[in-house]
């Protein structure tokens, strides 16, 4: 399952079902709590919600799941990975990096 809108290049499956696409304000309708579903990917940040809105939406709900958060890039994973832990403990919570940083003109390439 998704929330929001589609997450471009973020995901990919070999099997022939589609992601079930949510709003987030969708999040605590009954229909959502019939779906059960046992992965959830959101933005880091979207328009008009955040991860955090999401974990503490879904803590509410009963979710027991997977949450990953998808982001091109963040500097300090782990930061957003104890916010979350704190506010929703028990909460299988984790963030899906995309791209890594490129080089930095001013520090050189860091494979180099």
Do not use: K
């Not at 499956?13 to 696409?21: C, K, N, T």
């Amino acid at each position: 399952m998704i929330i929001g809108d589609a997450l471009p290049g973020a995901w990919r499956h070999d099997d022939a079902r589609d992601p079930v696409f949510v709003a987030f304000d969708q999040i605590r309708s009954e229909s959502f709590t019939a779906l059960r579903p046992d992965l959830i990917l959101t933005p880091l940040m979207d328009e008009g919600f955040d991860c955090f809105d999401v974990a503490i939406a879904l803590r509410e709900t009963g979710y027991r799941g997977r949450l990953r958060a998808v982001v091109r890039f963040l500097p300090d994973p782990a930061l957003v990975r104890r916010e979350i832990a704190a506010i929703c403990p028990g909460l299988d919570f984790d963030i899906i990096v995309t791209d890594r940083p490129g080089p930095n003109p001013v520090q050189g390439d860091p494979d180099q």
